[in-house]
């Protein structure tokens, strides 16, 4: 059950044109800024939107490509959304059992199918509910189970976790990540939010503006990002240059001292915990010590994240204790160290 | 203790017109049940041509109202959902008779169904089918008339439907009929109440395009409201209590519409 989809859109402002492959039980996540054409992504894949150009098969048998496009309700595929679109007229158990009814699956065996389905997913009990009846969290289980209970080919996820609040999302995340990892058809899974990746993906496509601008493993693409935007959600400042020896020139002017010999263009990322700040130009060991002024300043968790302007942008950790220390307030002057061996190198 | 809310102060100019308003709807009805002969209302009731009349009212409404259910839903679907060319200029089409004169159409009926019409001539000729003048042709001019109200209801209803459903359904194995049935409908089903409860109303009190085209004959075309214009001119009394029952009928209909199905359909 393997994907392989080149998808092509065009639509207003939107140009879409992108590469997948997903192997059987893999989970790949497609993470992007809103209106990078994620959606339409999945639309195309699920067959709701016909695209304007490109292939798409499962398991070698084309879902669309010259003069062939499979219609939605004859792929074998699952989708959640981000809200979970639970039919409200019918019972969570009919629900479950709506994908089964379609192809035909009498009445007592759906109603087995759905019932162990609502236990996989720990709405035991709960089947002949309402899905008004649900909390947020339990209805987006509900439509998990919907999605999976027909053992489909491929799972599309649409934003899964994004409407629910922050304590349903963990508890979610979790279950659907046991989930995902008992499917044996391949995943899809549509996110903004680098957490959902990291934590449910096998493989990670950064899509921005309709295009990949970055593939790789969780862990590569938030060690090593290659644009702004993955940097940020990294968390990371991402500064690119030239290397010489152990000295990145960047771009936008400056030097950054490093550990390991780089060449050519790189670029240099540094974590924010890796940042220190001072009121006056500490002496000692750190090569890199930049002046810069505190632009910005918000609390996350028990450090306050300082966004820093100046030759080189850089985004710094500090302790709230040692924030209120230092008694920095936007516009402040400080200077800015960064150990060489803390900054990561890679090549563009 | 909270403020009185802005606006809630109506200015003299708008109170006048809008009580004027208010006692011009209402006075009417006021003076219907005012000069009603309370005393003989059971005896004027159980006259032969009343139980008939509004038997056949109400069997034409609701056989009007089923076929413009079984037209009037399958085309809002059409005008709602399909991107085919065309749809607004059919739109426009299907809501004339909102706003033709029924009279108008009850001649056009004529005209088309009639002995001499163009279809109509045809099922003389083929079948020995005459329309004009029986209960079918009540219930076809009554159907004309009536169908717009259902058709804009649930047009209404479909377009308000979270068609995110309908993907669902289809990433399900649904096809777009299946859709249609197990999904769509039921989810605009307080609206094609609504619709069905509008239509039948509208059906129940047609007039003009009843009398042209189906004639009055009692017992086979003579429904309600042609039963009190009649009456009216013959025996004043006998038309108070046929309107008396016109219009029990249409107050029951807006209680059924506000508390049974509108106040489901806007939660």
Redesign the interface.
Known sequence: MTLEASVAVRRGSLDLAVDLAVADGEVLAVLGPNGAGKSTLLRVLAGLLPPDGGRVAVDGTPWDDDGVHLPAHRRSLGMVFQDALLFPHLSVADNVGFGLRTRGVGRADRRAAADAWLGRVGLEGLGDRRPAELSGGQAQRAALARALVGAPALLLLDEPLSALDARTRLAVRAELRRHLGDFAGSTVLVTHDPVDAMALADRVVVVEDGRVVQTGTPDEVNRRPRTDYVARLAGLSLLAGTGQGRTVRLDGGGEVAVAEEAAGPVFAAVRPESVALYLSRPDGSPRNVWPARLVGATPHGATVRCELAGEVPLVADVTATAFAELGLVPGAEVWATVKASEVAVYRR | MSRPREGARVPAPLLVPAALGVAFLVLPLVGLLVRAPWSSVGEQLAAPGVGQALRLSLVSATLATLLSLVLGVPLAWVLARSRMRGRSLLRALVTVPLVLPPVVGGVALFLVLGRQGIVGSWLDDAFGITIPFTTTAVVIAETFVAMPFLVVSVEGALRAA?T??E?????????RW??FR??TL??V?PGVAAGAVLCWARALGEFGATITFAGNFPGTTQTMPLAVYLALQREPEAAIVLSLVLLAVSLATLLLLRDRWLGRAVP
Request: proline share 5%; hydrophobic share 45%; no cysteine.
């Open positions: 979270d995110r459903f993907d669902v359904a289809a990433t399900l194995g649904a096809d299946t859709t197990r999904v039921p989810l089903a």
